[in-house]
T-cell receptor
Framework: DARVTQTPRHKVTEMGQEVTMRCQPI?????VFWYRQTMMQGLELLAY????????DSGMPKDRFSAEMPDATLATLKIQPSEPRDSAVYFC??????????FGPGTRLLVL | AQKITQTQPGMFVQEKEAVTLDCTYD???????LFWYKQPSSGEMIFLIY??????QNATEGRYSLNFQKARKSANLVISASQLGDSAMYFC????????????FGQGTELSVKP
């Protein structure tokens, strides 16, 4: 049963610390998305990659957020320095040749 | 600009009955896709059903069907024979083909199934 995996599932950190979230897309999927979910903003796209190349990161605060795909099996989202307003659930999703994006279980981030 | 509107923040349905969750959309893209996702209390996002804007027939997946009315710009989800496990948040989403791979989500509808 192919699934998107994300680590860590939960993260509590203090303001100013670096946070790195990892995602393993479904094998063979060439498009990877990062979304953030908050009560106030709902689900919003932060960035996405196709064939490991960044296509759109307009939803991401550039001063503190960065997203990369070191290889086809790993995508990372980094926040440095983290702030309390970054507290949210961060989802990774992947898509193959079809329309559907399959989501990972999410990383619940709390920045104190 | 693209927009998804879900006007029902919360709904109740009796077990074994059918329920319709509303979704309207706005887009200037001539071609687009519409999706529904389920988010149970555990937090994961589960894909339910997809409808392409040029599909002639309404999409169906088991107990889920999508009532697509293009002229009205609506894409309502119908769940037949509700089960207790259907209690969750449901999100409608859209992808415009001129918008890259980006999904735009509605605010969600919380469905509670009563025994």
């Amino acid at each position: 049963d192919a699934r998107v995996t994300q680590t860590p599932r939960h993260k509590v950190t203090e303001m100013g610390q670096e946070v790195t979230m990892r995602c393993q897309p479904i094998l063979g999927h060439n498009t990877v998305f990062w979304y953030r979910q908050t009560m106030m903003q709902g689900l919003e796209l932060l960035a996405y990659f196709r064939n490991r190349a960044p296509l759109d990161d307009s939803g991401m605060p550039k001063d503190r957020f960065s997203a990369e795909m070191p290889d086809a099996t790993l995508a990372t989202l980094k926040i440095q320095p983290s702030e309390p307003r970054d507290s949210a659930v961060y989802f990774c999703a992947s898509a193959g040749g079809g329309e559907t994006q399959y989501f990972g279980p999410g990383t619940r981030l709390l920045v104190l | 600009a693209q927009k998804i509107t879900q006007t029902q923040p919360g709904m109740f349905v009796q077990e074994k009955e059918a329920v319709t969750l509303d979704c309207t959309y706005d887009t200037s893209d001539p071609s687009y896709g519409l999706f529904w996702y389920k988010q149970p209390s555990s937090g994961e996002m589960i894909f339910l059903i997809y409808q392409g804007s040029y599909d002639q027939q309404n999409a169906t997946e088991g107990r889920y069907s999508l009532n697509f009315q293009k002229a009205r710009k609506s894409a309502n989800l119908v769940i037949s024979a509700s089960q207790l496990g259907d209690s969750a948040m449901y999100f409608c989403a859209m992808r415009g083909y001129n918008q890259g791979g980006k999904l735009i989500f509605g605010q969600g509808t919380e469905l509670s199934v009563k025994p």
